[in-house]
């Protein structure tokens, strides 16, 4: 069967996003969202698959800039709606659109692809790496307490307002920790829309959205939005807070939003969807086996343009390594590689013909690029190799970070 794959016009975009709806299991998605991702659109960095008038497969790709180790913003095409018609299973169309797509994502210069994955499985043979985790919390609020709390939270003034009227305080606090955390999307326009696109679909069960600020001498220092979903027992009330998004700009206005959340009546637990798995109410809490902590794969990322990317971030110690690059899907990063640091993080990365120190494949290097996963954890599952005594642990503590990279920002 010949289907004839190509970048999308204008036109065609409702029709695609039907094509996704059915991919994805055929649940009509609300007139809003619908609304939201037409505004959002970049037909032009779509690709869909047709068998003459119908639209068979998808995969579009957002124009992104993502925070990477150091603090720059690096161009990075958001990988989205991927999906084939259950009818043009194992006809190759996915494997031609991830050629196609990461074609052009290099043509655009794009040092990187990121995306998040519906199946963690289908995207390591296109070259991704699993970069960030995510945790998520059932936090049993009648049985575990918040620890002392940082010094100035009863100064932090909480205030209730709708999320509209708070979207642009909100997102100048989010613009802050988007900076300052690997792995996080700096919002382009119209993109503000979507952390508060409440489609009753999307509640749980719960109430319409809501939205509390952190305030401090008038600024507004932190936020959480929310759901409430109200329950009840013979006993009394039971009722769970479904935490959308939380974020803070000092200790303070942070544990004083938990402190919050914890005190909502009729309330006895506190959940959330995806926090940092280094999250600050994990070593705040009384007892963690009450919080139900789990942990789920986050952010997968794809180097395009390996010497770009590898220069686009800094590294935490001075470094001087040769890389053995695998990419039998990009075989133009496949190779020796030579990447050195300065003691500033300050990196070049350029062909060479040296003996290399360590081999890996494009995955691994796309699983340690934000930090969060070890090049040593990686060689003890045998997907690093060490060739030259001591390059493991130099090149593993040069690409670590303080902070753990992490993506809250839905796509």
Aim: glycine letters at 10%; charged letters at 25%; a negative charge.
């Amino acid at each position: 069967m010949t289907t004839d794959l190509r970048a999308l016009s204008a036109p065609e975009w409702d029709t695609w996003l039907d094509c996704v709806e059915l991919a994805f299991g055929g649940v009509p998605i609300a007139s809003a969202s619908r609304e939201l991702y037409a505004a959002l659109a970049e037909p032009a960095r779509a690709l869909g698959h047709w068998d003459g008038a119908e639209c068979v497969g998808t995969a579009g790709a957002y124009s992104f800039r993502m925070t990477v180790p150091g603090g720059s913003a690096v161009r990075a095409a958001g990988i989205t709606m991927v999906g084939v018609a259950s009818t043009h299973r194992r006809q190759g169309l996915l494997t031609a659109m991830m050629r196609r797509q990461l074609d052009d994502i290099r043509s655009w210069d794009e040092p990187l692809a990121v995306l998040t994955a519906s199946e963690p499985a289908i995207y390591g043979r296109f070259g991704y790496g699993a970069a960030t985790a995510e945790t998520n919390l059932r936090i049993d609020t009648s049985r575990v307490r918040l620890t002392p709390l940082p010094p100035g939270t009863d100064a932090v003034r909480m205030r209730r307002a709708t999320p509209e009227a708070a979207l642009d305080a909100c997102e100048a606090v989010y613009a802050r920790t988007a900076a300052d955390r690997p792995g996080m999307l700096l919002r382009q326009p119209g993109w503000e829309r979507m952390p508060v696109n409440d489609p009753e679909s999307g509640r749980g069960g719960g109430s319409p959205l809501q939205c509390v600020l952190a305030e401090r001498d008038g600024e507004v220092t932190g936020y959480v939005t929310f759901h409430l979903r109200p329950d009840w027992e013979k006993a009394g009330p039971k009722g769970t807070v479904a935490v959308r998004d939380l974020a803070a700009l000092d200790p303070a206005s942070y544990a004083a939003l938990w402190r919050f959340l914890f005190g909502i009546d009729l309330t006895s637990v506190v959940e959330c969807g995806n926090r940092p798995v280094d999250d600050p109410v994990l070593r705040m809490v009384s007892d963690i086996r009450r919080c139900e902590p789990g942990l789920r794969d986050g952010l997968y990322v794809r180097l395009v343009d390996l010497g770009a990317a590898l220069e686009a971030r800094s590294y935490r110690t001075p470094l001087d390594v040769v890389l053995e690059v695998e990419d039998s899907f990009c075989p133009w990063n496949a190779g020796r590689w030579r990447l050195s640091a300065d003691a500033k993080g300050a990196a070049t990365c350029e062909r060479t013909q040296d003996d290399p120190e360590l081999a890996l494949s494009v995955n691994e290097l796309g699983a340690a690029y934000l930090g969060g996963v070890s090049l040593t954890t990686l060689a003890s599952a045998g997907l690093v190799r060490e060739l030259r005594e001591g390059a493991l642990s130099a090149a593993s503590l040069a690409f670590s970070s303080d902070t753990q990279p992490w993506c809250p920002h839905g796509f």
